[in-house]
């Protein structure tokens, strides 16, 4: 569970930072999946926007990834999701 001044820092951090992953119309498909649980790995923490053509809310798309991928959900803007999964195996880390 983060603390709300890990998630400040978190969405500090990733304020100015571009969208590493798109879900569109698809969904989470597993290559969508596997794509955005690689860059967790090498990241930690990372944005995805949901497109406009994606028929599921965002709410929802950011449950799912976070239930699915073991990640953890830091905020929820319109249509941008900033997701936290802490690696073991990672030398420096963001929190």
Known sequence: MISSKDRAYLKSIMANEDTIANIGKEGLSESCLKGINDALAAREVIKVQVLQ???LPTRQVATELEKRLGAEIV??????IIL???????????L
Do not use: A, I, S
């Not at 936290?84 to 963001?94: F, M």
């Open 75 to 80: 905020l929820v803007v319109g249509r941008k």
């Open 53 to 55: 053509n994606n028929t």
């Open 84 to 94: 936290y999964k802490y690696n073991k195996e990672k030398k420096t880390h963001v």
